[in-house]
């Protein structure tokens, strides 16, 4: 099988092998790792909370999740320079393959075609690496709990998407989705309501549905639905918030001529070495040693490669974050009032979109014809000029929009906000109103 591979390219180099149970942590790592992080983001009271944060670091170091996420990054990054600079073929060899060869083969993706950052190759994405290639939805996310089954929960789908959000934070306009895309795909895929994220595999989704077709006089036959519908969801409102206004695909309509938008060759990241996991669990001891490599090293920034060129990531400890947004969201007292990223965002939206208003009154007056149109909700962002008279950023907002209402409030009363209520622009009083009146 290997011959038959290596002979599908055009100068019939050596295939390079890469063996994953040796290079990433296994899936019950994964879900020993997500079981500590769960414990540390989920605090039973504001005194656990505050006593946790005065060892924060450590802690968060100690879970180990994220030496997960820089292992798979590590490895993604290696395999795309052999694809990119070698020119190799590249085989990711795995037990059954359908677990950290999905992670490393799609986050490949992401750092090589730039087609695979927008939503609809984003969406290509999953559903070719991922669900149709056959990744265990049901015993991963442990949809079905079974007593004569031995439990195979890992969280591998998180730790995929925690890889992207890490590439979106460090290239942030090389991207058309935002981090509230990510976290709805996830909140998405731990709900037993689609086909997309329901089955262990193709052949199972599909009997699924054939029966489900068979059944479609029974009213009490569920319909299996995919996950990418969003309007089943959402409104068209709330769905601009999956849409990144740092995007340079974006940006490209009003700066044409920007160096940013040709091609960019980025040098290689010589800590993407491929030792083994066992060997790079001494995170702590190696930090300084790697920090210290990477600083003489050109990596690709915000700053400096095009929305369509390749990422090569930062993957040691210094350059990784904890998802925030997606782990900490239904902490009250974690939350900033008026800052963090959504704050970030509401002002970035706000200048999209009067960018987007003086770009077409430019080309209303070089055509010599009046702007007849109402072009400020034709930029795609959430927060546009019209945003009703009086709002404030700092006064609605919390660093866990759009996921959990502002105010000091109990963590038995947070069950989120529907993404309407933020519409409504609601302040802390008229929201504590709201809720004292028992409406929504």
């Given at each position: 099988m290997l011959r038959a591979i290596e002979s599908t390219h055009p100068e019939r180099t050596k295939a390079s092998v890469i063996d994953l149970a040796r290079l990433c942590p296994s899936p019950k790592y994964i879900q020993v790792a997500y079981y500590?992080?769960?414990?540390?983001?989920?605090?039973?009271?504001?005194?656990?909370?505050?006593?946790?944060?005065?060892?924060?670091?450590?802690l968060l170091d100690g879970t180990k999740w994220l030496q997960c996420v820089s292992a798979c990054l590590s490895v993604s990054s290696a395999v795309a320079e052999r694809i990119a600079g070698s020119r190799q073929t590249v085989v990711l060899r795995e037990y059954d393959g359908r677990d950290l060869s999905c992670v490393v083969?799609?986050?490949v993706q992401l750092i090589l075609d730039c087609?695979?950052?927008?939503?609809?190759?984003?969406?290509?994405?999953?559903?070719?690496?991922?669900?149709?290639?056959?990744?265990?939805?049901t015993d991963r996310l442990h949809h079905v709990h079974a007593k004569d089954k031995d439990?195979?929960?890992?969280?591998?789908?998180?730790?995929?998407?925690?890889?992207?959000?890490?590439l979106l934070q460090q290239f942030p306009s090389c991207f058309e989705f935002t981090e509230t895309y990510l976290t709805t795909l996830w909140d998405s895929a731990r709900v037993p309501l689609f086909a997309t994220f329901l089955f262990n595999s193709e052949r199972?989704?599909?009997?699924?549905?054939?029966?489900?077709?068979?059944?479609?006089?029974?009213?009490?036959?569920?319909?299996?639905m995919p996950v990418w519908d969003w309007s089943?969801?959402?409104?068209?409102?709330?769905?601009?918030?999956?849409?990144?206004?740092?995007?340079?695909?974006?940006?490209?309509?009003?700066?044409?001529?920007?160096?940013?938008?040709?091609?960019?060759?980025?040098?290689?990241?010589?800590?993407?070495?491929?030792?083994?996991?066992?060997?790079?669990?001494?995170?702590?001891?190696?930090?300084?040693?790697?920090?210290?490599?990477?600083?003489?090293?050109?990596?690709?920034?915000?700053?400096?490669?095009?929305?369509?060129?390749?990422l090569f990531p930062i993957n040691i400890g210094a350059g990784l974050k904890l998802w925030t947004q997606c782990y900490m969201r239904w902490i009250p007292w974690a939350h900033t009032v008026g800052g963090g990223p959504p704050s970030e965002y509401f002002h970035q939206c706000l200048l999209v979109d009067e960018l987007h208003i003086l770009n077409m009154k430019i080309h209303s007056l070089e055509m010599s014809k009046p702007d007849e149109h109402n072009t400020s909700r034709e930029s795609g962002?959430?927060?546009?000029?019209?945003?009703?008279?009086?709002?404030?950023?700092?006064?609605?907002?919390?660093?866990?929009?759009?996921?959990s209402p502002i105010g000091s409030m109990d963590r038995k009363s947070i069950v989120g906000?529907?993404?309407?209520?933020?519409?409504?622009?609601?302040?802390?009083?008229?929201?504590?109103?709201a809720a004292a009146n028992g409406d929504d």
């Open positions: 500590k992080l769960r414990d540390l983001c989920m605090p039973a009271s504001a005194e656990d909370f505050w006593a946790a944060d005065q060892k924060w670091y450590s083969a799609s986050v087609h695979t950052r927008t939503l609809v190759g984003f969406q290509a994405l999953v559903q070719r690496e991922w669900v149709v290639c056959g990744h265990r939805f439990n195979e929960e890992s969280p591998v789908f998180l730790l995929f998407l925690d890889c992207v959000w890490q199972d989704r599909y009997v699924a549905c054939m029966d489900a077709k068979r059944d479609k006089n029974d009213n009490t036959s569920p319909t299996l089943l969801q959402f409104s068209d409102q709330d769905r601009l918030l999956f849409n990144n206004p740092l995007y340079g695909g974006k940006l490209a309509e009003y700066f044409p001529e920007h160096p940013s938008n040709g091609p960019t060759v980025v040098p290689p990241n010589p800590t993407n070495t491929l030792g083994s996991f066992k060997s790079r669990n001494k995170w702590k001891s190696k930090k300084k040693k790697q920090a210290g490599a990477s600083a003489q090293v050109s990596f690709a920034t915000p700053s400096t490669p095009s929305f369509n060129g390749p962002m959430f927060f546009t000029f019209e945003s009703p008279r009086g709002f404030d950023a700092n006064d609605s907002l919390t660093s866990a929009f759009p996921y906000t529907p993404l309407f209520s933020f519409l409504r622009r609601m302040s802390v009083s008229s929201y504590n109103g």
